[in-house]
C-alpha cells in the first residue's frame, strides 16, 4: 500500500515503526545504512522543494534511519538535518491555514496533511531530544574533565545546542496555534499529538542546567509552548500531574515551575491549574511525606514561592493544605505557614479591609502564633522569622503586638540556639518599627499615663451624671440579643409538648416578683432557652400577678412570650401598660432619648466625642508602657545570652543592645557596658560586631557642628566610665586605641579634650578626671597625643593646690604611662627604651605630692601614690634612686610624727604614739615599690641587658666577618649546632636578676629591708595592731615582699596561711588568697605542699572570699600550677553556692576543665566519694544539682560504660541508704548505651539487693527508660529483659529469682567487715583537720564559723566510710587520660596522711622558677 494511503500512528518507542501493526498502519519499510543517509538526505530536499511538505511521506524511512543510526553519523550532518526540518515544519505551518480553509479538501488530502503534520513533528521532536541527550552525556563528562574544554570545542564546531533550542520551541508553539484541530475527526486533537510535543518540554526541563541564566530563552520558550497546550488542547490533567512529579524528583525545578505556572494564571488565565496543583500537594499523605525527604523538600519550596508570586490566585485553595499543619514533616509546615505569611502581606494587609479578609487574616495570624510553639525548632524558628517579615511591613494589627512581642519574649529562652536568634532579631524589629514613640522609657511612659488616666476617669464621672436615662442603653442590649432570643423561643416551640424540656424549675413558695428577678438575671447571663422555660412555667402559675398579667391573648404565643421578657428585661422603669410596646420598641426608646433642646443634643455628642478621644489616648499609653516593659524584660534574658558559644547569637545579641539604646531604654546601658568584654573575643566576628556597635553608639552624634559632635560624644562616653571597674575601663581602653589607630577620632574630639584639662572649658573635677581617663585611652594607640603635651600636662594639672585632687593625679599618671605602654623594653636593637631623666619636672611633682600626702589621711593618696610609683619606674632613669629618696622622706616623716609629744595633756611618761593611717601609708608604700623593683629588675633591666649582649654581638660579629669568610672549614661547636649560644646567654642573665632578687634586694644594706622586722611585726600581731585599714595594707604588703626572694618567702609562707586562715577580715582572706595564687606561679615548689590550705578557701564563710579563691583556683588549676586531686570536689560544692556569681564561677571551672581531655571522667568517682560521705558530704538535693553538671560532661561511650562498672561495684562497698540513693541517681544521669547496659546486667548482684528501696528502683528504671527511647529492636529485648528482672527483684527480692547469686552476695559484706577496725584505725589516723600539716600547726577553724544552711552536714564522730575502687578492666583503660597517676586509684578521705604527701612530693618532678 503507498504511503499515501497509509495512517501514520505516533509509537511509544521507535522500535513500534519497524512492526507491522493494524490495517492501514505505516511501516518502515528499511533503515538505510550510514554511508546511504547523506544521498537519500539530498533526494528528500529535492522532492521538499517540489513536492512541499507532503514529501516526507514517501522519504519518512530517511528520517527514521538518521535518528536510528544519530549516535554514529557526521555531526554535520545532524546539523543539516536538524536545519531541514526545521524549514520542513515551518513551510508546513504556513500552508496548513490555507489548507484548513479550503473547504473543497478532500479526506484523503486532509488525512495526508495530518500523516505528514505527524511525522514532520514526529522527526524534529526526536531529533531535538537526541540532541539534548548527547549534550547531557557530553556535559556530565565534560565536567569530569573541566568546563573550559568542552565549551571550546563546542565553538570550535559552529553549532551550541543550547542556542538552537530556542527556535525549534518557538516553531513548535507557532504551530500549536494554529487550529489544526480540523484535521482529526471530530475535530479533536489526540493525545498522542500533545503528548509528544509536550512531553519533549518536560524531557528537556529535565536538564539541571535549564535553570541557569543563560537558557532563561529555552525556558521561556518552553513555558509559551506548555501555556499553548493548557489553553487549546486540553493539557491541563496531564500537566498537573507532571508538575508535581518533577518537584518531587528534580530540586531544580522548583523555580522554573514557579514561574510557569505564575505566567499561565496570568498571561494565559489559566487560574485552575494553581487550584489542581495545590489540592494534589494537599491530598498527599502526610505520613508519605515525612519519609520522602526530597519530595516534600519540593512541595515545600514550590508552595512557598508560588504564594510570593501569585498569593491572591492560591488563596483560594488554602484550605487544602492545612491538613499539612498537623503532619509531621516540618519543611510542609513552614510551606504553608509561608503562603499565609505572604497572603498576609500581599493580600490581606491594610485597615480597609471587609468582614471577611479580616476574619481569614486574623485565623492566618492566629495559627502562625500558634506554631510559634511548635515541637520542631525549626518551625518556631521559621514562625520568628515570618513574623519579623510582618512587622518590617507594618501589616501586624496593633491588636496583635502584645501577643507577639510575649511570644518573642518566651522563646528567647528556647533551648534551640536558632529559634533564640530569631527571637532576638524579631524583638529589635519590633523596636525598630513600633508604633508608639522613639524613646521607650518606662519611667518616661508611667507618668503620662497616669496623668491622662485619672483625666479619663474625671471625664466618664462628668459623662454619667449627664447622660439623661438609661432606657436606651438597656433598649440597645435588648435589640442586641432579641434575634438570639427569638430563635432560641423558636425552637422550643417546634418541641411536642408532649417532649420533656428541660430547663429552670420553679420554686413551690417563690413569688412572682422573685421568678421575675430570676428570668431577668438568666437574660443577663444569656442563658436564653432557661429563662424561656421559666417564663412559660410562670404565665400558667402567676396569670393574676404582675407583670405576668399582661398578656393579650390575641396575640401569638412568641409575640407574647418577647413583649413578656422584653419589659421583665427593662424592669421598672419602663411602663408594662404601654400597649405599643411590643410593636415599636424602638420608636419608644428614642422618643425617650431625644433630648428638648438641640444645643444640649450637640454637646453631647461633642463630650461623647472627646471622651472617646480620650480614652483612645489612654489605650495608646498603656499600649506603649506594656511594650516598654516587656522590652525591659527581654533585655534583662537577652543580656545572659551575651556570652553564648554561638557567635551568630552573640552577634544578634549585640546589635540588639544597639537598637535598644538608640529607642532611649534605661537599662540598654547595662547590655552595652556588658559586651565590652567581648573585645577581646578570638572570634573575629563577634570583636568586629563590639567595634561596630561602639561606632554607631559613639562615634556618629548628633549635633550641629564638629565641636558639637565632639561634646556629646565625650559626655556619652563619660558616662560609660561612671562607677565603672577596671577591666571595663580596660576593654574601653582597647575600643577607642583601635578607633584613634585609624583614625576614626577626630581632631575635635582631642581638642575639647586638653581644652577641659587645662580648665580653659568650665567642667565639674569629675568631668575632668574623666577627660584625662579618655585622653590616657587614646594616648595607648597614639602615645605623641599625651607626649607632644606632657610639660602642658604636668605643669597645669600636677600644679601645687593647697587641696590636692588625687583622683585627678592618678589619672594623670595612668594616662601619661600610656605614652610608653606599646613599646615592649628591648624591642629595638638599636634604639634604647623610652626614658625620662631623674631631675624631670614629672617626677619632682610626684615625689613632692606623694611626700606632702603621706602626712594627710587621704583614702585617694593610696590608688595616687601606686600609680606614680608606677610611673616612675615605668619611665625614669633610674627609678630606685627616686623611690628611695621617697621612701627616705616618708620614713622621715614618721619618726618624726612618732618623737612629737602627745597632742593631749598627758603625762610625758605615756608612750609615743603613731597616727594609724601613717603607719598604713608607710607600708603600702614600701609594698609598692618592693613590687615595682622585682618588675623593673625582670623586665626592663633583663631586657636592657639582653639588648645590649645583642647589639655587642653583632658589632663583634662584624669586625671578624672577614676572617670567618678567609677560614672555610665547616668545623662548629656543639653548641652551636643545637642552638644553645643564645639560650645560655639568657640563662645567665636570668640567673643575675634571680641572685640580686635573692641576695640584695632584702639584704641589710638596702632600704627595703628596713621594713621588714615592721612588716613582720604587724602581721604577728593582729591583736596589737587590730585596725582593718592597717591590717589589709600589711597584708598586701607581706604578699609583695614575698615575691622578691624564694627564701624569704619560704620563711614567712606559715605567716601568710595563718593570716590567710584565722584574720577575721574577709578584705584581708581575699587579698591574701590573690597574693599566694601569684606566688605560687613564681614559687610554685614551696607553695605545692599547702595546697590543701588553699581548697579550704572555697568553704569561707564570707562569698567574697570564696569568689575569690574559686578565681584563684581556677586559674592555678587550669595553667596546671595545682596538680587536680580529689579536693576538687570542693569546687564542685560551690556549684549550689547561694551567691550567683560564685556558682557561675564554679560551672565555667568544669567547663573549661571538661575541655582539656578525661580529666572530669578521672576525678568523678572519688567527687561522688567526698559528696556522699556521711560526715564532710553535701545534703541529698544539692548533691543531684552537683551530679546533673558533672555528668553532663560524660558523652563518650568508653567512659560511660566504665562508670557503669565503677558506680555499680560501688554498692558493695557502700554502708549506708543514702549512698546507695546516691550511686543509683547518678547512675540514671549517665548517657546509657546498650554495652553499658549488660555492664550493669554483668554487674547486677552488687545492687540487686537494694532494689527494694523505691527511690534506688525509679532510678534504675529512669536509666533503662531513656536507653529505650534510642535502642535498635535487637536492644530493645535486651532492655524488656533487663526491666523485667529489675521489677522481679524489687516485688519479691533477689532470692526469689536467683538463689546461687544471693548465696555469693551474702558472703560478700563478710569482707570488708573484717577489715572495717584497722581500716578505721587508719583513716582516724590519716584524717588531720583542715589546716593541719607536718610544718603548719594552725588549729582549724570552728565548725559554727561557716553558716551555709542545706549545703553540708554537721560533722558527727560516726566512723568515715572508705570507697575503694574496684580493679580496673582493659577497656577502662582506654579510657583513662595520660595523666592518669593523678586520679587516685583508692578513694580517700578529704585529707591524706602527711606521709603520703610527702611521699608524693618526692615523685613530683621539679618545676623551674618562672
Known sequence: MPPQLCEFHLPLSPEELLKSGGVNQYVVQEVLSVKQLPSQLRVFQVAFRTQGPLAVLD?????????????????????????????????????????????????????????????????????????????????????????????????????????????????LTQLLQLDICRLWNHSVVEEEFVSLLTGCCYRLLENPSISHQKNRPTREAITHLLGVALTRYNHMLSATLKIIQMLQHFEHLVSVLVAAVSLWSTEYGMKSIVGEIVREIGQKCPQELSRDASGAKGYAAFLTELAEQIPTIMMSSMSVLLDHLDGENYMMRNAVLAAMTEMVLQVLNGDQLEEAARGTRDQFLDTLQTHGHDINSFVRSRVLQLFTRIVQQKALPLTRFQAVVTLAVGRLADKSVLVSKNAIQLLATFLANNPYTCKLSDTDLSRPLQKETQKLQEMRAKHRAAAPSVVPDLEEEWEAMLPEVQSTLQQL????????????NLGDKETAEEVAKRIQQLLVKASYKHAITLTQEATCRFQEEAPFNHMNQEESEETRILGLLRSIFKGPAVSSQDKNLQVSPDKTASREAIPEDKHEMAENNSDKEELVKQEMLVQYLQDAYNFSLQVTEAIGIISKMMYENTTSVVQE?????????????????????????????????????????????????????????????????????????????????????????????KPAVTQLLWERITEKVSCSPLERCSSVMLLGMMAKGKPEIVGSNLDTLVSVALEEKEEQDYRLAQQICQAIANISGNQKPGQGKSHPPFRLPQDHRLFERLQEMVIKGFVHPDPLWIPFKEAAVTLIYQLAEGPEVICARILQGCGKQTLERIQDPSTTEESTKTAPTLPTFLLMNLLSLAGDVALQQLVHLEQAVSSELRRRRVLREEQEEAKTKGQKEKNTSNETTMEEELGLV????????????????????????????????????????????????????ASLALGKFCMISATFCDSQLRLLFTMLEKSSLPIVRSNLMVAIGDLAIRFPNLVEPWTPNLYARLRDPASQVRKTAGLVMTHLILKDMVRVKGQVSEMAVLLIDPEPEVAALAKNFFNELAGKGNVVYNLLPDIISRLSDPENGVEEEPFHTIMRQLLSYITKDKQTESLVEKLCQRFRTARTERQHRDLAYCLSLLPLTERGLRKMQDNFECFGDKLSDETIFSAFLAAVSKLRRWAKPEGKALVDEFEQKLRSCHTRGLDATQEPETDQGAAQPSKPTARGPSSDTSLRQGLPSTASDNDFVTPPPRGTSRQRPNTRKQVSRKTT?????????????????????????????IRRASTRSQKALRRLPPIPVV
Open 653 to 745: 545579641v549585640i546589635e540588639f543592645f544597639v537598637t535598644v539604646h538608640q529607642f532611649g531604654v534605661p537599662q540598654a546601658l547595662l547590655g552595652v557596658r556588658r559586651m565590652l568584654p567581648l573585645v577581646w573575643s578570638k572570634e573575629p566576628g563577634v570583636r568586629e560586631a563590639v567595634l561596630n556597635a561602639y561606632r554607631q553608639l559613639y562615634l556618629h552624634p548628633k549635633g550641629d557642628s564638629a565641636r558639637a559632635k565632639a561634646q556629646t560624644l565625650i559626655q556619652n562616653l563619660s558616662l560609660l566610665l561612671v562607677d565603672a571597674s577596671v577591666g571595663t575601663i580596660q576593654c574601653l581602653e582597647e575600643i577607642l586605641c583601635e578607633f584613634v589607630q585609624k583614625g576614626e577620632l
Open 59 to 171: 522519504h519518512f524511512d530517511t528520517l527514521y534511519s538518521i535518528l536510528y543510526h544519530f549516535r554514529s553519523i557526521d555531526p554535520d550532518l545532524k546539523e543539516d538535518v536538524l536545519e531541514f526540518l526545521m524549514k520542513v515544519v515551518s513551510r508546513h505551518s504556513q500552508d496548513l491555514p490555507a489548507v484548513l480553509d479550503d473547504t473543497t479538501l478532500s479526506v484523503s488530502d486532509r488525512s495526508a496533511h495530518l500523516n505528514a503534520l505527524k511525522m514532520n513533528c514526529y522527526s524534529l521532536i526526536r531529533l531535538v531530544e537526541s540532541f539534548e541527550s548527547t549534550t547531557s552525556k557530553t556535559s556530565l563528562m565534560g565536567q569530569d574533565h573541566g568546563g573550559k574544554g568542552k565549551k571550546s570545542r563546542t565553538k570550535a564546531q559552529g553549532f551550541d545546542w543550547e542556542e538552537a533550542r530556542q527556535p525549534v520551541l518557538q516553531l
Open 982 to 1033: 643564645g639560650a645560655s646567654a639568657d640563662d645567665t642573665e636570668a640567673e643575675l636578676i634571680r641572685s640580686i632578687c635573692e641576695m640584695e634586694l632584702l639584704d641589710g644594706k638596702q632600704a627595703l629591708s628596713v621594713f621588714v622586722p615592721l612588716l613582720l611585726k604587724v602581721c604577728n600581731n593582729p591583736g596589737l595592731y587590730s585596725d582593718p585599714a592597717l591590717s589589709t595594707a
Open 493 to 504: 416551640l417546634k418541641v411536642p409538648e408532649g417532649d420533656e424540656k428541660k430547663g429552670e
Open 1361 to 1389: 566510710i572508705v570507697f575503694s575502687s574496684d580493679e580496673s578492666s582493659d577497656e577502662e583503660c582506654l579510657a583513662e587520660m595520660t595523666e592518669d597517676d593523678e586520679t587516685p586509684k583508692k578513694t580517700t578521705p
